[in-house]
Structure formats: C-alpha cells, structure tokens
C-alpha cells in the first residue's frame, strides 16, 4: 500500500485474535448490557411484586406517613398562625421540646414532611439548640394535609398483596 493509502483495515502485525478471547469479551459484553436494562427498569432495587418484603416496605410507610401527620398536628395545634389562609409555624427548639417526648425521629420526619411539601423551614438539616430559633412552617391548612396524607394512604393499601409470599418462593 502507499503511504496516502486510506485503508481502515486493522493492522494485525503477526498476531491472531484468540477466539476464546473473542467469546469472553462477547459474553461478558452481554451480561453488562443485560445488567444496564435492568437498571433502567422499574423493579431496580425494589422488591419483587406480591412478596413479604414488599408488604412489609408498604407498612412501613404507612406508619412513616402516619408520624409526618402527627407531627404537622402538633406543628397546628402548638404553633402559630403566619398568615390569613391560616396556615400555622413554630420554631423548632419547641416543637423539639414538645415532640420528642413523643417520637425521637423528629429531624427525620420533618424531612420526610418537607419532601411532600407538607412543611417548609430554612437549611438542609436542622440540629438541636443550633436551630431552636429556625420556624417551620405548615405550607396548607392542617385539614388539606390530613386529606393528602390519607389519600397517599390508601392509595398504597391498595397495592398490598392480599397473600404475600416469602421471596425464596417467587
């Protein structure tokens, strides 16, 4: 060939490709793809449809969502209005002081609350005596957020297996 050759033929300089070489890379090549279309579908990292696992995950936020509604309640009944539509705010050093004789995930639910828009305060975490004088603030009416909370409720009561079965099973 010339040198102003434009040859996209690979150059194979004395060397032949192993063909269990070839296989390997094709077999492995297939199991990253076939891991990379798993991740993109829905079922990545949660558990299989109709199992104990599920079942138990749905309880669970049932329950997270019932303490989020507890503890907007108390942000309502304690806390003070902070506008006409009669939405309501406390600072967090008294609702620590009030609520954590109840639970001790206050932090943890007023995060969950803020990530539904159920509640708004300023920073990314709030920390005990650092931010005593930080307000939260309910973002609706009390009645409006109960009325969501429950409507998110059922919504996954509805979706519980009526006959879980153990994941080893499925």
């Known amino acids: 060939m ?3 050759s434009t040859s996209t033929a690979p150059v194979r300089r004395g060397r032949k490709i ?8 094709n077999k492995q090549n297939c199991k990253l ?8 579908r829905n079922e ?3 558990p299989k449809s109709g199992s104990l696992t ?6 669970a936020s049932i329950a997270v969502f019932q303490d989020v509604l507890q503890v907007c309640e108390q942000i309502d009944t304690d806390g003070e209005p902070y506008n006409d539509e009669g939405h309501k705010g406390i600072l967090f050093g008294n609702l620590f002081q009030i609520y954590t004789l109840i639970n001790d995930k206050l932090v943890g639910l007023l995060l969950r609350a803020r990530k539904h828009s159920y509640v708004d305060f300023e920073g990314e975490i709030l920390f005990q005596r650092y931010h005593d ?3 939260i603030f309910l973002t609706d009416t009390i009645e409006n957020i109960r009325n969501d909370i429950r409507q998110k409720q059922n919504e996954i009561k509805k979706q519980i297996a009526d006959n879980p079965v153990a994941t080893t099973l499925l």
């Not at 269990?20 to 890379?25: A, D, N, P, V």
């Not at 599920?54 to 309880?59: C, D, P, S, V």
């Open 54 to 59: 599920e079942m138990r995950g749905q309880k």
């Open 2 to 4: 010339s040198e102003n």
């Open 44 to 46: 990545y990292g949660k």
């Open 18 to 25: 192993d063909a269990s070489l070839t296989e390997k890379f």
């Open 33 to 40: 793809h076939s891991t990379a279309s798993l991740k993109r």
């Open 133 to 135: 004088d930080t307000p």
